[in-house]
């Protein structure tokens, strides 16, 4: 199991001079930690950049250094290297981890021009066929499942979510229920089990909040308020087929400023 990831990710003197800040080096240590968990290898591709411009350089767009007919044919060396390491390996990366912003390895921007614009770089593009995902969401990848969990059939519910999380992409899950077993409750108890997950939505990247039902449980839509106070992404899972309204799934308040998604297949895709 491995993903091909942009060689700047694990050595930063591969790029333009200036441009890398701390939160770059955060999230690359992230994306370390990430695969070293879950036993992910880390294959760097070539950098484009650096064999035909070299370092130190200073940034530069697409079109204002690299719209060279000598450029493409290295591009074309290069892509050719990269499909011949893949079928060495017989399977397929998971995915190509790219920095966005690159004019080569950018995954959802690019400076093609002098303005940052839509889309990815001019190496990336090549390998449309395997999912591409940008360094600082691969980052992203400790989730805090909000659900109700004061029944079996939830508490079995939550479980097989966090599990498929965990299994199909590669994420760190902080589940509620694991401390909330529904023992009688002391004040220390009770206060040990707010503090935790207090800790655990400041802690996460992303909250999945399960919002089923007639109304949302309280306690949920506590926790999502909180993350997004905290500015973090949540997205709210939604398999109910009842509707709040006529123009809304649940209360309008928690639905504003979260990704909602029908079913766990959607979630994955938004995850991975």
Sequence with gaps: MYVLASPCIQNEKLRAEGITTDADRTDWAAAARRCEKF???IVPLPCPETLFLGVPRTPGSFLDRLNVPEFSLLLDRLEAEVRSLIAE???APLAIIGVNSSPTCGVTTTYYSDEKSAGPGVFLKRFSDIPLIDVRQFAQYRIYLAAPLFSEAQRV???ALADLISSRCYCEVHLPQEL???ESRGEKREEFIYRQNLSGVRNSDIVVAVIDGSDVDSGTAWEMGYATALGKRVI???TDFRKYSERELVNLMLE???EVVRSSEELLALLF
């Design 39 to 41: 036993n992910i290898e």
């Design 89 to 91: 390996r017989v399977e």
């Design 157 to 159: 519910y939550n479980q």
């Design 180 to 182: 909330d077993t529904g």
């Design 236 to 238: 709210a899972v939604r």
């Design 256 to 258: 504003t400023d979260a």
